[in-house]
């Protein structure tokens, strides 16, 4: 008497381990994913895990760990469509007469959603055409998909990555060891700025922004002062951009955007011009307002940005923080 075994499938190592049971009982005999995605945005853009998945003869998808399973078999017209804005992802299963499906996920999963969807199409044409895959993907890099010689079994372009680091990569991992301290830094860069400010070198520069040309004619040359400050800010900005990418996952051109200059200035203006403490206190009121709007009425978001820096310049022009002054100077 032999008792039967149960099937044991290949998943890759895109599965998260809390969905590992969930994946093998959905999974036919001799089924194996080729490629899963875990989104982590459900449709009102609340955090919700779910996972998509692509195996040689369908799409599985389930909205979180327990919950039932949707499948699509690949058929003639089926599309799997990707895009994103504003940082959140998007990912459309269609067929000719209508939508199907929909999945929204943050950037952080991008890379993951770039190869599932790949492996979609992949599928779906050798399905639709009966044409086998091994030979179309055999002179492929499996990451890249750059072409690959016969006889080369390394990709040229990856292994230039991984072993010949470009001298920017060491910007890149500065995050390592600063997410840690992102307080200190925060307190270091404040208590920096204030002894500039009180420095000889801060009265200059407040000269050179007040009247330069007097400045001038006092011996003074604003060139070099502006220019080190300028470098100084570009060292601040550094440091916060290492840290800001490990935080949302993954950067894309959207983050150059102008709204995303303006959100800057509306810091320091909300916070309070010509003050240190004013920008920061600026960045997290707006950015708590952003946090909220974004989830509950996204489409309202450059709008209340546009009021609030047209309702702080008319009425509030030095901030909060000129605000708690006035409070201040009207109780004496």
């Not at 801060?202 to 009247?211: E, H, M, P, T």
């Not at 840290?243 to 320091?268: D, K, T």
């Amino acid at each position: 008497m032999t008792s039967e075994v149960p099937a044991v499938h290949s998943l890759p190592p895109d599965v998260p381990a809390g969905w590992v049971n969930d994946v093998q009982a959905q999974l036919l005999p001799h089924e194996n994913v080729l490629a899963a995605l875990e989104v982590d945005l459900d449709a009102q853009l609340h955090f919700v895990k779910g996972l998509v998945l692509v195996t040689p003869q369908r799409l599985l998808s389930s909205a979180c760990p327990g919950d039932a399973w949707q499948s699509w078999d690949f058929s003639e017209g089926l599309n799997l469509l990707h895009h994103d804005h504003a940082g959140v992802a998007h990912l459309e299963l269609v067929d000719a007469q209508q939508r199907l499906a929909s999945w929204r996920f943050t950037l952080g999963q991008n890379l993951q959603a770039i190869r599932l969807v790949d492996q979609f199409h992949s599928q779906l044409q050798s399905h639709v055409t009966g044409k086998p895959l091994a030979l179309a993907l055999h002179n492929v890099c499996p990451s890249c998909k750059a072409p690959l010689e016969p006889d080369q079994e390394e990709c040229p372009i990856c292994t230039k990555v991984v072993h010949t680091p470009p001298s920017t990569w060491t910007l890149f991992r500065l995050w390592r060891f600063a997410k840690p301290y992102q307080g200190q830094l925060l307190l270091g860069f404040f208590l920096m700025a204030r002894w500039l400010i009180n420095s000889k070198f801060g009265r200059v520069l407040q000269a050179v922004r007040d009247a330069e040309t007097r400045v001038m004619c006092s011996g003074y040359n604003p060139i070099g002062y502006k220019l080190t400050i300028w470098t100084i800010s570009a060292m601040m900005c550094g440091v916060a951009g290492a840290l800001y990418v490990p935080q949302v996952g993954i950067i894309n051109p959207s983050e150059m955007s102008p709204a995303n200059s303006i959100e800057i200035a509306i810091w320091a203006a909300v916070g309070g011009r010509a003050t240190l403490i004013g920008p920061i206190l600026g960045a997290f009121i707006v950015n708590g307002a952003k946090s909220w709007l974004t989830v509950t009425y996204p489409e309202f978001w450059l709008y209340f940005l546009g009021a609030l820096f047209i309702g702080v310049t008319l009425y509030l022009p030095d901030g909060v923080v000129g605000l708690v002054k006035k409070l201040k100077g009207g109780s004496k």
